[in-house]
């Protein structure tokens, strides 16, 4: 399973191996857990210009409260519209 989301989000966008696996590891997290799934998608369910605004608000807001720099870098992701349209996909159940 590892594999092939590595192989699949590579196809969305040029990254960093640590970064690959980070986001990797967010959507292993998403699967599993229901509560995360939804958050996520009601991040990603929002257009490209309210999506990308949301997100820089909440990724200051954990900067300024001292999130772990690889899981802010690791959300920072979903400001590309190609991958948060890919992730959307597919998480909707």
């Known amino acids: 399973m ?3 989301l590595t192989k699949l989000l590579t196809k ?3 990254i960093p191996r640590a970064a690959d696996e980070s986001f990797v590891r967010l959507v292993r997290v998403a699967e599993d857990d ?3 799934r939804q ?5 990603l369910n929002l257009n ?3 999506r990308q605004s949301a997100l820089g608000s909440l990724l200051e ?9 690889d899981f802010v ?10 991958l948060a ?3 959307r996909q597919h998480l909707a159940p």
């Open 34 to 36: 229901p509560v995360v």
């Open 73 to 82: 870098a690791t959300l920072a992701r979903l400001s590309d519209d190609r």
């Open 61 to 69: 807001t954990m900067r300024l409260q001292g999130a772990p720099i």
């Open 48 to 50: 490209n210009f309210q």
């Open 12 to 14: 969305f966008a040029a």
């Open 39 to 43: 958050t996520l998608m009601t991040l």
């Open 85 to 87: 349209e890919k992730l």
């Open 2 to 4: 590892r594999n092939l």
